[in-house]
């Protein structure tokens, strides 16, 4: 059975008469050149999928009648990237992998070394980056996009009651497979391309975030980011993770 073809209908759309409309829908007739009668899935990026079926189009939107619709729980442990912006073609790729990933979400702000300056406003092309990652792996969330303009010290408001708080850097201790496997809300602070100034480091720990590191390599941002959510990403996979008081313990280091 081939795979059905998976659009995105923003939540406050998610209402009948359901109506596919705007860039998803111009995929779906211009493109895929879709008919009445056809079967296709929808999710709202907050949980929400179904199979609809197409039951009128125009030039411009696609009419659709549910035939099911589920609604999936949140993960118990939330992952919350901060990335140090920087000026780099990678960005949609690692968007991409963050959904494929499961982050909870993600926002890039300006640390002291980031190339160029982040922007105000989250860039539509961001979201649709997320979108297109959550297509190719059937994931139901979108993780939140933000920026944060204002540095370290608007990081630090954002993420005050978070169950952990993580600056990945060189000289941390390796990070460990029962912090990876906590419920709660976990925030991961990450540097730009030239790393973090030693005054971001001191501001971060001086909050209350631990320093952690990935190992002895010096990994690019998007590396570190991808690999930490994989390592969360794959304990949290398995059924049988760790449960001994010895694994528990265990550490990953490169």
Not at 27 to 42: C, D, E, M, N, S
Not at 93 to 114: D, G
Not at 170 to 198: R, S, W, Y
Request: hydrophobic residues 40%; contains cysteine; aromatic residues 10%.
């Amino acid at each position: 059975m081939s795979r059905i073809d998976t659009f995105y209908l923003a939540p406050e759309n998610w209402q009948e008469p359901f109506v596919l409309s705007g860039h998803e829908a111009g995929h779906l007739l211009r493109v895929l050149r879709a008919k009445p009668g056809q079967t296709i899935r929808l999710f709202d990026g907050q949980g929400r999928a179904g199979l609809f079926r197409i039951i009128q189009t125009d030039r411009a939107c696609a009419r659709l009648e549910c035939l099911e619709m589920h609604t999936m729980d949140r993960p118990a442990q939330r992952i919350h990237l901060a990335v140090g912006f920087g000026k780099t073609s990678r960005r949609a790729w690692f968007l991409e992998k963050c959904v494929e990933l499961e982050a909870t979400s993600v926002t890039f702000w300006q640390a002291r070394r980031s190339q160029g300056r982040v922007p105000t406003m989250v860039k539509t092309s961001w979201t649709d980056n997320l979108i297109a990652g959550a297509k190719q792996s059937d994931n139901p969330f979108l993780p939140e996009l933000d920026v944060a303009p204002g540095g370290s010290a608007e990081i630090i408001r954002r993420f005050p009651n978070t169950s952990s708080r993580y600056i990945l850097c060189q000289d941390g201790t390796p990070i460990t497979a029962a912090e990876m496997t906590a419920p709660g809300d976990h925030a991961v602070v990450i540097g730009p391309e030239g790393g973090f100034d030693p005054d971001e480091i001191d501001a971060f720990s001086h909050a209350g975030f631990t320093k952690r590191s990935l190992g002895h390599r010096v990994l690019r941002w998007e590396t570190a980011a991808l690999m930490c959510l994989g390592l969360f990403f794959w304990v949290n996979s398995h059924d049988d993770g760790p449960t001994s008081d010895a694994s528990s313990a265990a550490s990953f280091s490169l």
